[in-house]
Each structure stands twice: as C-alpha cells, then as structure tokens.
C-alpha cells in the first residue's frame, strides 16, 4: 500500500504550475491578508543573517528575506517549484527531498541563524527532519515553524492526529492533484519539537482580520 507522504510530494509536482501562479498573483485569502507578512515578521524579529527554507516551494519567502537584507538557501522536494524559484532569483535553490535532507543536513550549508518552515511541514514524520537540522543551525540560532492552526483546521474529522486532504478548491487555478497532508493538535506539535531536540521559545496565532479566528499557528524554538 503506498504512503500518503509519497502522493503528498508527487502533488506537488502535478500542481507546481498552478501553485506558482496562485502564491505569486494573491489568489490564497489568507496568505494575502495574514500569514505571509505574520511569517516575514517573525522571521525578521529575530534579525538572522543566514536563513535556510525548508520547502521553499517557488521562493517567495526567500524573496522576501532577501530584500530585508538576509542570506536565503531554499530547499524544495520539486524539481518544478525549485526551478520557477531559481528564475525568480532572490536566493540559492536546491532541489532534495527530506529525506535527504535528514540523511545529510549540511549538504547545503551549516551554522544558519534561522530555519524556516512555511506551510511546509506536512507528513507525519516532521521530527527526524528537524533533528537532523539542528546540525545545520548555529549555536544560537532559530527555528521557526508557521502551519494551520489545530484549533480551526480541525474540521470534521475531529481534534485527533491524522491525515487529511486539501482539494485546493478555494485556491482558484488549475490543481491537478489533490493534496495529502497530516493533521496535527497543538499537544502533538510540542511533542514533536521536543522530541527533535529543540526547545520552544514561544508561539504566535496571527488572527485573520475578518473572521476574527486564528489564521496559523507559529511557533519558535531554540537549540537546546
């Protein structure tokens, strides 16, 4: 029986186009209004020299870092998003899939002063990955984790780990995939950092300004 992480990554190749165009023309509501300045924020605050993204998909991000004056490799498990993002510039990009990442966490560098996981964090086997990049992060440095909010992307399946399905359908484009992706409660993203050997440092829930409900869950952690 195949693993939903393995057609997690493959929909991503199936949908890189239309994911390209729907980050880069706005089309995704909340990422527009909340999360992409929430996750530029929190990054900056911590004021990092060098920053790695860990799946960076089509550099945005690393665009973004880049202007504000910060060094960005980007890591990407898609060949296609990796391209779209090496055209756009703004930072150095390698395509690796995390498992590879895991087995050889300095293969694109060392002493980050920030790893940064937008969105990106989305199997059910988060905590090897994170483990092993603490060997490429400096003494002092950061990690910083933006994902949806366990308390309002719970849905109907219920509060409990688990894997769900994004059909993309309020992304508007062309999705040519649907997306498997693991569901996680807040007690479980604690047990997860502290079972990767870092320590929490604090959390944020930037609040979507029209629904008023949390629009993702932030999180900051330090080498322990």
Same mark, same amino acid.
């Given at each position: 029986?195949?693993?939903?992480g393995?057609?997690?990554?493959?929909?991503?190749?199936?949908? $890189?186009?239309?994911?390209?165009? $729907?980050?880069?023309?706005?089309?995704?509501?909340s990422?527009?209004?909340?999360?992409?300045? $929430?996750?530029?924020?929190?990054?900056?605050?911590?004021?990092?020299g060098?920053?790695?993204?860990?799946?960076?998909?089509? &550099?945005?991000?690393?665009?973004?870092?880049?202007?504000?004056g910060?060094?960005?490799?980007?890591?990407?498990?898609?060949?296609?998003?990796?391209?779209?993002?090496?055209q756009?510039g &703004?930072?150095?990009?390698?395509?690796?899939?995390?498992?590879?990442?895991?087995?050889?966490?300095?293969?694109?560098?060392?002493?980050?002063?920030?790893?940064?996981?937008?969105?990106?964090?989305?199997?059910?086997?988060?905590?090897?990955?994170?483990?092993?990049?603490?060997?490429?992060?400096?003494?002092d440095?950061?990690?910083?984790?933006?994902?949806?909010?366990?308390?309002?992307?719970?849905?109907?399946?219920?509060?409990?780990?688990?894997?769900?399905?994004?059909?993309?359908?309020?992304?508007?484009?062309?999705?040519?995939?649907?997306?498997?992706?693991?569901?996680r409660?807040?007690?479980?993203?604690?047990?997860?950092?502290?079972?990767?050997?870092?320590r929490?440092?604090?959390?944020?829930e930037?609040?979507?300004?029209?629904?008023?409900?949390? $629009?993702?869950?932030?999180?900051?952690?330090?080498?322990?």
């Amino acid at each position: 029986m195949t693993h939903p992480g393995e057609a997690l990554v493959r929909s991503w190749t199936a949908n $890189a186009a239309a994911w390209t165009r $729907a980050v880069r023309d706005g089309g995704i509501e909340s990422r527009r209004l909340v999360t992409d300045d $929430a996750i530029v924020r929190t990054v900056e605050e911590l004021r990092p020299g060098r920053v790695l993204d860990v799946g960076c998909g089509e &550099g945005w991000l690393a665009r973004a870092l880049a202007e504000r004056g910060m060094r960005v490799t980007g890591v990407d498990a898609s060949p296609e998003l990796v391209e779209a993002a090496q055209q756009a510039g &703004g930072g150095d990009f390698h395509a690796a899939t995390y498992d590879e990442l895991a087995a050889d966490p300095l293969r694109f560098g060392r002493d980050f002063d920030a790893v940064v996981c937008n969105f990106s964090l989305l199997d059910d086997r988060p905590a090897a990955l994170l483990a092993a990049l603490r060997e490429a992060t400096a003494q002092d440095g950061s990690l910083v984790i933006q994902t949806v909010h366990p308390w309002a992307a719970a849905g109907d399946e219920g509060y409990v780990d688990g894997w769900r399905t994004e059909t993309f359908a309020g992304f508007g484009g062309d999705f040519a995939a649907p997306m498997p992706w693991y569901f996680r409660t807040m007690a479980s993203w604690m047990d997860v950092i502290a079972q990767a050997g870092w320590r929490l440092f604090r959390l944020g829930e930037p609040v979507h300004p029209q629904t008023g409900r949390p $629009a993702s869950l932030l999180i900051i952690a330090e080498r322990s």
